[in-house]
């Protein structure tokens, strides 16, 4: 088994940035919980950040190249602008689940429209940095 967590845009300030809405751990926090709770399954990780849009695209499409079982993703604000990331899910069958830290359905209401959950096997939002874990078990238990 072997799953890729991508992080977008802005998640690699977590812990400064905002703290009031996505709390004081960082990414390096979320990335050793998330590698602990892989090798209790004796499951495979690769995590990956980046604020940019083409490189997220062009992970998503080595993922389905490989051998990835799961894509974890927290595509930052991109959930609710980028088409060519839809479009990119869409045309994989790696499924993918997005992860949102903070409940964007009580946040402004350009928030409340993902681009990509149509095309997730699922979507996790409001359970702070457990919702990257909550994810991982998901994949963990079917996969």
Not at 19 to 41: K, M, Q, S, V
Request: charged share 20%.
């Amino acid at each position: 088994m072997k799953y890729l967590c991508l992080n977008g845009p802005n998640l690699q300030r977590l812990g400064k940035r905002e703290p009031d809405i996505y709390g004081h751990e960082t990414l390096a926090d979320i990335e050793r919980d998330l590698r602990a709770l892989a090798a209790e399954f004796g499951a495979e990780l690769e995590l990956k950040q980046s604020n940019h849009e083409g490189q997220l695209i062009d992970w998503i499409y080595e993922a389905e190249d490989g051998d990835i079982d799961g894509i974890i993703f927290n595509p930052g604000a991109y959930t609710h602008t980028s088409v060519a990331l839809r479009d990119c899910i869409a045309g994989v069958e790696v499924p993918v689940i997005e992860v949102h830290i903070s409940n964007v359905h009580k946040r402004e209401a350009f928030r409340h429209h993902s681009y990509l959950a149509p095309v997730c096997v699922g979507q996790i939002t409001g359970l702070g940095t457990f919702g990257y874990q909550a994810a991982l078990r998901m994949f963990l238990q079917t996969t």
